[in-house]
Structure formats: C-alpha cells, structure tokens
C-alpha cells in the first residue's frame, strides 16, 4: 500500500501576478520537498534549501502525475502546479486519471488548491463581461477534434452564452481561431462584443475591446483569454460588462 507519510497538493498558481497566487497555495509551496509541472510554471517557484523542482514539457501531463504520485507514495511533500486553477483545463485532471489507473495511490492525502483563473482576470480587467450565464471551452483541437469544438461554439452562441476562450490560436494551428471567428459572426452576428486580454495580471498586460465585425485572428496568441459578449453585453465609459437581467 503507498505510504501515508507523503502528501500531494495540486496548486493553482493563479494568472501571473505573485499577488494573486492564494495564502493556502504559498502555505503549501513552503512546506513541499518536491514541485512538479510545465517548465514556466515551476521557474514560478523559488528555489530553496530542501526543495527539489521538477520541470517537464507540456504534452507530458499523465507522465507528470504519474511521477508526482510515485513522489508522494515515497513519503514526500509533492506540489503539482498548474497556472491559473488546477481543475480548469489543466493538472488536477490529469492527477486524477493516473490515481485511477492504481488503487493502492488512492489512499494517500491529496488536495486540489483553487486559484484565480485566467478567465476570471481577463474579465475583471475588461470589467464584468461574464456577468450572466457563462460557458468557457478550450479551443486547442490537441485533445478533441474540430468538430467537437465548432458544435460547442455553435450551441453556446444559439443558447446566448458569454463565452470564454482559453488556447485560441497556436503558432502551429492558426487556422482554427479564424474558423472559430467564422462560426461566431455566422452564430453571434457582426456587432458582438469580443475582447481579447492578453498576459492578464503581468506588467504585459493588454486588453482591447472590438466587434466580432472587427475582429481579426491576428490578436490572440496562446498568452490571450478572449471573451466573447452575449447579446445583452455592452460598453459603459472604457468597460464591458453583461447586465445581470435578462429579458
């Protein structure tokens, strides 16, 4: 049976600024031996005395959580870190696909930190435009075929859903940001609010509200959240917010 000596915490380590990483998140980084995850996000954390870092490339997630169990049933203090927050589009589900595959990891103490996702800094930043009913999918197609995703597009705009983006354009597939932006002006009409938050909560940090009309596949890269208006969202002064009502 693995040990219950060790422990695994997966962190959030929130959108970039140190300022928004989560007491409960440094209390856990301060008392870990071992740090696992995505080389940017472990160069995140400090060096010190006693403290092993782990980093690894990013399509190597269930490797990661493999190896960060195996960490923990030894007896250590393992921290996986994801930025944002674990559980959206990132490590604890891939922690607990690994612990699926062993029962005998499954008795050890494991813990999921919430943090501040880019999403919701994206839209504080821009002002409230996810202040109705929201979805939010993943556009990269590594993981899920292109159908999947356009469907998803297609019924979030028809259901007037605000609608946020994570991994809207590759250097490697940039066609699929310009389909989505295709489906939306067909879905969503030319006049929809769309805004593109790019490096949220880092001193590079830039938000510009246009129309879907406006809009061009140039302004997101994978460092940008784009958030998409529903039908109600609108400009007041420099920002954009979702009424809360609708009728």
């Known amino acids: 049976m693995a040990s219950v000596t060790g422990s695994l915490v997966i962190a ?141 597009l297609r019924h979030a705009s028809k259901a007037d859903f605000a609608m946020a983006f994570y991994n809207p354009r590759s250097a490697s597939r940039p066609e699929g940001f310009t389909r989505t932006l295709e489906v939306l002006r067909q879905e969503c009409g030319p006049d929809r609010l769309i805004t593109f938050a790019r490096a949220v909560s880092t001193p590079d940090q830039r938000i510009v509200t246009v129309t879907l009309a406006e809009a061009t596949p140039d302004m997101a890269d994978m460092r940008t959240v784009v958030i998409v208006g529903n039908s109600a969202t609108r400009r007041v002064g420099r920002f954009v917010y979702s009424p809360r009502s609708v009728r």
């Open 12 to 152: 959030g380590l929130g959108p970039g600024a140190e300022a928004l990483v989560t007491p409960e998140v440094t209390a856990a980084l301060s008392a870990a031996t071992d740090v696992v995850g995505y080389i940017p996000y472990v160069a995140r954390v400090a060096p010190r005395a006693g403290l092993t870092l782990h980093p690894s490339d990013n399509r190597v997630e269930l490797d990661r959580a493999r190896a960060a169990l195996e960490m923990a049933a030894e007896g250590r203090r393992v921290v996986v870190v994801s930025s944002g927050d674990p559980g959206v589009f990132a490590m604890a589900s891939a922690v607990f696909e690994a612990l699926e595959a062993r029962e005998d990891w499954q008795a050890l103490d494991i813990r999921v930190l919430p943090g501040i996702t880019a999403m919701l800094a994206a839209a504080a930043a821009a002002g409230a435009p996810l202040g109705h009913d929201f979805c939010c999918i993943n556009l990269s197609d590594n993981l899920k075929p292109w159908e999947i995703i356009e469907s998803r």
